[in-house]
């Protein structure tokens, strides 16, 4: 069955927020992949970064995201996500990868320090966004099964982009 949709995208791009709102919309479940992380392993995200390293926490989520088994739940993963090969092709078996695509511009804004987020850097040399978002992207563009913009847009109204999206893209 893929009746669940999984959210991905750069950090601040909505998919949490969003995910609770698409979620109720459609009268599914939402499961947010960070907090489930954090209370498997009872440390929050950026304690899991700095004990384990980027790598150490790749695999962790990796470990987590493989795992996931739902139906009819929306997917919320977090931005590192896509780091992982195995957990990216089990969650495309679950229902479509739809990317939240914002612009650099717009995550400036929303994201005026994301120094205290949890964020996972694989090379630690990068330590601004745009040196983030520009290792990502590509990432992003090549596991989405669906690309929805959501610069500029209320979260309720993205929510109604990503269902007009997902349109015939859901079975059970």
Same mark, same amino acid.
């Given at each position: 069955m893929k009746d669940n949709i999984i959210l991905i995208g750069m950090p601040g791009a909505?998919?949490?927020t969003l995910g609770v709102v698409l979620a109720k919309m459609m009268n599914y479940d939402f499961i947010d992949a960070d907090l489930l992380i954090q209370q498997q392993n009872d440390k929050t995200l950026q304690r899991l970064i700095d004990s384990l390293g980027p790598d150490g926490f790749i695999e962790v989520e990796n470990? %987590? /995201?493989s795992n996931i088994r739902c139906e009819r739940t929306v997917l919320s993963t977090g931005g590192s996500a896509v780091y992982s090969d195995e957990a990216m092709a089990h969650l495309a078996t679950l229902g479509p990868i %739809?990317? /939240?695509?914002?612009?650099l511009d717009e995550l400036k804004v929303r994201l005026a320090d994301f120094s205290d987020r949890g964020v996972v850097m694989r090379d630690t040399s990068i330590a601004s966004l745009e040196a983030l978002y520009d290792e990502r992207l590509p990432l992003y563009e090549r596991y989405a099964e669906v690309t929805v913009n959501v610069d500029g847009l209320a979260i309720t109204e993205a929510?109604?982009?990503?269902?007009?999206? /997902?349109?015939?893209?859901l079975t059970d």
């Open positions: 909505g998919k949490s470990q %987590v /995201l %739809v990317y /939240l695509e914002t612009s929510a109604r982009k990503v269902v007009a999206a /997902l349109e015939g893209k």
